[in-house]
């Protein structure tokens, strides 16, 4: 045996006895634009979740098993999904044709409000997940919102830094920010009633 070898051997085994892997990373990187065709917006890794906008072919569904995807977690409201021009695929279908574990978490409107419920579900999608997970809604505005309620809720990072991140995505602005011409802070205090 080489010497390389060797010590390729004995780097993996230190690695296994002290619990650690060549692809450590912490929920809380930076998330980095990932440049891939046929997604309605920019997609954002940041570890092992991909923040984006809605699949928009077969071959970006293909692309993403080819990468290493495992799971699907869809935003998207049913509602939605039938609308063809904004989804033009079977995505749930092609994910099961693709062996890529499918998670439908309506999230936007009336009838399925924004709620704790699905950071948790979100959260034990992510801790069964086999590979990385792709978490997406139409535009990744959504999608992006609750990888920060996840950061902050199950990841113990704090809100304003878990908003700085998600600003990196596509987190987008508050409205109100526009209005009043400048960021806001967000205070997570209770108000007395």
């Not at 450590?24 to 570890?47: I, K």
């Not at 099961?96 to 579900?121: E, K, R, W």
Request: glycine content about 6%; aromatic content about 6%.
């Amino acid at each position: 045996m080489s010497i390389r070898l060797l010590l390729m051997i004995r780097s993996v085994a230190l690695s296994v006895m002290l619990g650690l892997t060549a692809t450590t990373v912490t929920a809380a990187e930076p998330p980095v634009l990932v440049e891939w065709q046929d997604f309605r917006s920019n997609l954002y890794r940041s570890a092992n979740i991909i923040i984006a906008g809605q699949p928009l072919s077969e071959a970006a569904m293909q692309k993403l098993k080819a990468e290493g995807i495992s799971t699907i977690v869809n935003l998207r409201t049913p509602h939605e999904m039938k609308n063809r021009e904004s989804t033009p695929i079977a995505e749930a279908q092609l994910a099961n044709l693709l062996a890529i574990d499918y998670h439908h978490l309506p999230a936007g409107g009336p009838d399925y409000p924004y709620t704790p419920a699905t950071v948790t579900a979100f959260n034990s999608i992510v801790q069964n997940a086999q590979g990385t997970v792709f978490l997406h809604c139409n535009s990744a505005r959504r999608a992006t919102h609750l990888w920060v309620a996840w950061l902050n809720q199950h990841q113990g990072l704090p809100i304003d830094e878990a908003i700085t991140l998600g600003r990196q995505a596509n987190f987008g602005g508050m409205p109100l920010e526009g209005f009043m011409d400048r960021p806001l802070t967000v205070n997570t205090e209770s108000v007395a009633d």
